[in-house]
């Protein structure tokens, strides 16, 4: 080989050695080179409806868009990914709820596996009652206990159970959905229970039973047109045109009866027309124990002294006394009622019907004849508070506690002041002023109707009196607000202003450094109330491929390479920055200059000045071999004798084995590889993590088997 040769084997390997070190590959057709999509996609108007009650149907809709392409849309419901498909770009899913409080995650990947991702919250209000369903016997007999079962269930939860009975109120609890109550019931005759259900909600649900108590169980006839022998014993049965002579019926259905003979029922209500003692009774509904004594019972004429005009106004008369209005102070509401010439023993009665006055009805038993007496019923104007309904007094004329027996006032309260005050109607008392204090007076509950509760209580004197009643316990959880709840005693029901978070049952200021993540602190805002934590399946700020592999994706190459030459691979995917060995796009020489070193090799200039000259060297080696270099021959000398020349043996030619072209590894990818196997990655998901962000599978293969990670 001549000098020229020579000379142009070195710039040709000079050039190549320049060109291997620019990796990038230069595009010699003048086209594009070809970029990775790094463009999420677009999720915009996101339509749902923000709060609706049970049983309406959700839709949820979402505008999603893509530089590229939508590969997939997932909406994330009760933790269930449901895939959505679209011809367009609106994404919709429609479906009924159920109540409480839902999330729902709406996520969205590209052909490139970008992924964004939004979320919406919203509430199902539950407007469905408890069911309750009564199991218990119809007929028990005296002495024997009644079992009450209710099976009570609720789409959500059932907050409390009451089994109201006389009046009073007790509270059911059970561990399940069955509520059991088991008494003996004291008396015979028919015997109504209510049980009310509460749901977490306040829905309520009330419903009826009753039952018979009867003396003896152990018949069950139908008797028309007959006589009852004596001694007979006639339970459960059905009497009617027949004639009763020295027998017991109990619990039975009554029509057109004679009886012969007293002393034959047993405080039991019967209905029909009753002879008895040759006079007829054909009032409904007749209590027959008003007739035991064949000398005392209504409608013998006589006004017996268990007898009253408002209880047997066919003895007794009509309760003659009405009262009448008089305003006699200006400040003041007063109801008099005058007196003249009253009998022994005479029931006097006295109504009132005054939307401002509570007592209703005044029931008074003469004991002493009166000649003339006065009584007044004074309202306080004091309005209502919570510890007190009414306020009133009774005073009277020649008119005391010796001269009557007993004394009987009926009353109502509005049902709005039991609900504002948190109040429970079957604790009414009326309450006696005695001295500077008061004393309960024996109160019991009659009736209701849309507007008012009325009760009945018994007096021994006049004097001042109050309406009183106990509130009901508060119970922090139950959705309602109730008395002495406030944002630090129950935010659970009272919910917390804007700026504090419901820890437990008080409001806490949503402070960094509280030790509580409150809804408005993050990872970014707060990391020592909101701590990183990886596997959580999000690439939070703070981590990245290197920190926690498990969330974050892997660095992605910038374009396509071939199989053993491989380019530069752009900044992290996740989380770049800085020091990470890697010249990110946002990062210059100036900028960082441990990732962006200088390098006279990696100017895009040099790099086609390069070109040119691998370009002419390999011209001057093309011509040089063909000999347009070479000296031109020497002058020809004579021709001498050659000297002998002893001849040495060179050794053959060493054969140049070929060397297998190595492959470069970028060092963001084999640290990401690294922190695979040590965080103990399966190898098939990583190299399916890896591929999916651009790398050659190839090239994943070979850094697999160069870690014996197979």
């Not at 709406?106 to 009564?134: C, E, H, K, M, R």
């Not at 380019?567 to 989380?575: D, I, K, M, R």
Request: charged share 15%; aromatic share 8%.
């Amino acid at each position: 080989m001549n000098v020229y040769a020579k000379i142009s084997t070195i710039l040709l390997l000079f050039s190549v050695i320049a060109l291997a070190v620019n990796l990038e590959p230069i595009d010699l057709t003048g086209a594009a080179i070809i970029q990775s999509d790094t463009t999420q996609p677009s999720i915009n108007e996101v339509n749902y409806l923000s709060n609706l009650n049970q049983g309406q149907t959700q839709t949820i809709s979402a505008n999603i868009t893509d530089d590229v392409n939508i590969s997939a849309v997932l909406f994330n419901i009760n933790s269930a990914d449901i895939t959505i498909s679209s011809s367009n770009s609106i994404y919709s899913y429609s479906y009924q709820p159920i109540p409480g409080d839902h999330d729902v995650i709406i996520t969205a990947n590209d052909t490139s596996n970008n992924q964004a991702s939004t979320s919406i919250s919203f509430t199902v209000n539950d407007t469905a009652p408890p069911a309750i369903i009564l199991n218990y016997l119809s007929n028990v007999e005296f002495g024997s206990p009644q079992t009450i079962t209710a099976t009570i269930t609720d789409n959500v939860n059932v907050s409390q159970v009451l089994l109201e009975k006389n009046n009073a109120n007790t509270t059911l609890t059970s561990s399940t959905s069955t509520y059991v109550y088991s008494y003996t019931p004291a008396i015979l005759g028919i015997h109504t229970f209510k049980i009310h259900a509460k749901d977490a909600s306040n829905n309520q649900n009330t419903v009826t039973g009753s039952f018979t108590v009867s003396e003896y169980l152990n018949s069950n006839s139908t008797i028309i047109d007959s006589t009852i022998t004596p001694d007979s014993e006639i339970i459960d049965s059905t009497v009617k045109n027949s004639i009763v002579n020295s027998s017991t019926i109990i619990n039975s259905y009554v029509e057109n009866m004679t009886v012969l003979d007293g002393n034959i029922v047993n405080d039991i209500l019967y209905a029909g027309t009753i002879t008895y003692k040759g006079k007829t009774h054909s009032k409904q509904n007749l209590p027959l124990d008003t007739i035991y004594d064949e000398d005392s019972y209504c409608g013998d004429s006589t006004c017996n002294s268990n007898e009253a005009c408002y209880t047997c106004a066919e003895d007794c008369g009509s309760c003659s006394y009405q009262t009448t209005v008089i305003d006699e102070l200006s400040n003041k509401n007063k109801l008099t009622q005058l007196f003249e010439n009253i009998p022994d023993n005479k029931e006097i009665e006295i109504l009132a019907d005054d939307p401002i006055l509570p007592v209703t009805k005044i029931q008074i038993k003469i004991t002493d004849p009166i000649t003339s007496a006065k009584l007044e019923l004074i309202k306080d104007t004091t309005s209502s508070t919570s510890s007190a309904y009414r306020l009133f007094q009774i005073q009277t004329t020649n008119l005391t506690s010796d001269d009557v027996g007993d004394i009987y006032v009926f009353f109502r309260v509005k049902k709005t002041w039991f609900s504002e005050n948190y109040l429970t109607h079957t604790t009414v008392k009326l309450q006696k002023k005695v001295n500077s204090d008061w004393d309960d007076l024996t109160t019991s509950y009659l009736s209701e109707d849309n507007t008012y509760y009325t009760y009945k209580s018994t007096l021994t004197s006049f004097s001042d009196f109050r309406i009183t009643a106990n509130e009901t316990p508060s119970v922090c959880g139950n959705g309602i607000i109730e008395s002495g709840e406030t944002q630090q005693t129950c935010c659970r029901d009272v919910g917390c202003s804007q700026g504090y978070t419901c820890q437990g049952t008080a409001c806490v200021a949503n402070l960094c450094g509280n030790g509580v993540c409150d809804p408005t602190e993050s990872s970014q805002t707060c990391l020592q109330d909101c701590p990183t934590v990886c596997g959580n399946g999000i690439c939070e700020s703070n981590e990245n491929y290197m920190s926690c592999a498990k969330d974050c994706k892997p660095p992605a190459p910038r374009q396509t390479t071939p199989n053993t030459t491989l380019t530069e691979p752009s900044g992290l995917a996740v989380g770049g920055a800085c020091g990470n060995g890697v010249c990110d796009p946002n990062e210059t020489p100036t900028s960082c200059p441990q990732d962006c070193e200088t390098n006279l090799f990696k100017s895009t200039s040099l790099k086609y000045a390069a070109l040119i000259v691998f370009i002419l060297v390999a011209i001057f080696f093309v011509l040089s071999q063909l000999g347009y270099f070479e000296s031109p021959p020497p002058k020809k000398r004579p021709i001498q004798r050659p000297k002998q020349i002893k001849t040495i043996a060179q050794p053959p030619p060493q054969q140049i084995q070929p060397t297998t072209p190595s492959v470069q590894i970028p060092p963001e990818l084999e640290r990401y590889v690294d922190i695979c196997i040590h965080n103990q990655i399966p190898p098939s998901q990583v190299k399916q993590i890896l591929t999916n962000s651009g790398w050659q599978p190839e090239l994943v293969d070979y850094i697999l088997q160069l870690k014996r990670y197979f």
